[in-house]
């Protein structure tokens, strides 16, 4: 049995202007240096074997920070390496859109059909991970940390779970230092954590585990009582707000029948729901999506539940659109903070095919 603790570098100068990175690096953010740090301070009394890191330099910057003062070896391991982007490293994902519109459409939406502009398929990725997996059999009854990239990740979970490469991009989203651990034996795998970013806020005493994941059936009793409570408390249990939307007793189904539309919930450590958020079609607007039922419980505000929600649903629009809309009410303070902290733009009416007459405050985003 081995027990494998895998990471993600911290946020980077580039993941912070949405350039790909691929092969080619840039360094840390200063968040993305403390939530490394916060990281290390988590794992501190956890004992690893060894560590594996990507050779690229914001891992590896990133293990430094995690290591701190123990005396772990660490191994560079060049299976570990992001995807190989080709003509795509370096430059936004706005302009890889504009110039690539059909690859970037495969990258995201249908991996397996990709096919690369001087990089790398993700059929031959897919073997390196494989191989590097392959390769942590000898460590028996040992914690062995993998410091490396989202899409290195995803493929990694994928193999692990039996998955085709059409599922890459399932939830999860991988956040910067977000930890995921797997305990493998006798070939079986066990997901005992996955994509968990508690230990970002920490320091401030607000972390606690929390896992963002597709929208199930189960989730939808609980998500209909935040929604409304949350509305009653701000007097906005009135017709023209999602408190009298029909669906909103079966999110789950509307959000599977409906296409390219997608709901999400935040769980807490115990398998609680937490808050969720959705992403749909804007009536006929061609290429706008709305971001739809960003609720989160009162107990669970003030961690970062909104917006680890609003970054999922954002990662999935910006593969799907051109721009996000989203409706809401002025009196709502800290949410419409929280939107243009997103980089939302207050428009001046709402858009045309609007389903909510009570609102007051419009914004657009584009992806």
């Known amino acids: 049995?081995?027990?494998?603790?895998?990471?993600?570098?911290?946020?980077?100068?580039?993941?912070?202007?949405?350039r790909m990175q691929g092969w080619q690096n840039s360094p840390l953010t200063e968040q993305g240096e403390k939530d490394a740090a916060s990281l290390g301070d988590r794992l501190r009394s956890t004992e690893f074997a060894a560590v594996y890191s990507s050779p690229s330099g914001r891992a590896q910057q990133t293990t430094e920070l995690i290591r701190g003062e123990r005396e772990i070896p660490v191994y560079l391991e060049e299976k570990l390496k992001e995807i190989h982007l080709g003509e795509w490293e370096g430059r936004t994902q706005e302009e890889i859109k504009t110039d690539f519109p059909e690859s970037f459409d495969m990258f995201w939406n249908a991996p397996h059909r990709y096919l690369p502009h001087g990089g790398e398929t993700f059929e031959a990725f897919?073997?390196?991970?494989?191989?590097?997996?392959?390769?942590?059999?000898?460590?028996?009854?040992?914690?062995?940390?993998?410091?490396?990239?989202?899409?290195?990740?995803?493929?990694?979970?994928?193999?692990?779970?039996?998955?085709?490469?059409?599922?890459?991009?399932?939830?999860?989203?991988?956040?910067g230092t977000s930890v995921t651990v797997v305990r493998l034996e006798?070939?079986?795998?066990?997901?005992?954590?996955?994509?968990?970013?508690?230990?970002?806020?920490?320091?401030?005493?607000?972390?606690?585990?929390?896992?963002?994941v597709r929208m199930k059936e189960k989730h939808d009793r609980e998500m209909e009582r935040i929604i409304k409570q949350s509305l009653e408390s701000f007097g906005?249990?009135?017709?023209?707000?999602?408190?009298?939307?029909?669906?909103?007793?079966?999110?789950?189904?509307?959000?599977?029948?409906?296409?390219?539309?997608?709901?999400?919930?935040?769980?807490g450590d115990s398998g609680e729901v937490l808050g969720g958020v959705g992403i749909a079609p804007f009536a006929e607007e061609e290429g706008v999506c709305e971001l739809q039922?960003?609720?989160?419980?009162?107990?669970?505000?003030?961690?970062?539940?909104?917006?680890?929600?609003?970054?999922?649903a954002l990662d999935y629009a910006a593969r799907h659109y051109e721009y996000c809309y989203l409706e809401t009410v002025e009196?709502?303070?800290?949410?419409?903070?929280?939107?243009?902290?997103?980089?939302?733009?207050?428009?001046?009416?709402?858009?045309?095919?609007?389903?909510?007459?009570?609102m007051d405050s419009w914004y657009k985003k584009k992806l």
């Open 186 to 212: 006798d070939g079986q795998c066990e997901v005992l954590l996955e994509g968990d970013t508690s230990h970002i806020n920490r320091n401030e005493g607000k972390g606690k585990a929390m896992q963002i």
């Open 1 to 18: 049995m081995v027990t494998i603790y895998i990471t993600r570098h911290g946020e980077t100068v580039w993941n912070r202007e949405k």
């Open 293 to 312: 039922k960003l609720y989160v419980k009162p107990e669970a505000q003030g961690r970062g539940t909104a917006k680890a929600l609003m970054e999922t």
């Open 236 to 267: 906005l249990d009135i017709p023209g707000t999602a408190y009298y939307d029909p669906e909103l007793p079966h999110l789950s189904h509307f959000y599977e029948r409906t296409p390219f539309a997608e709901y999400w919930v935040a769980l």
């Open 126 to 175: 897919r073997s390196r991970i494989a191989a590097f997996l392959d390769s942590l059999a000898y460590h028996s009854n040992q914690n062995v940390l993998i410091v490396a990239h989202a899409v290195v990740i995803k493929c990694m979970m994928l193999i692990l779970n039996g998955k085709p490469l059409a599922s890459l991009w399932d939830p999860p989203f991988i956040h």
């Open 331 to 358: 009196k709502l303070e800290a949410a419409n903070r929280l939107y243009r902290k997103f980089g939302f733009s207050l428009l001046e009416e709402a858009l045309a095919g609007s389903g909510h007459g009570a």
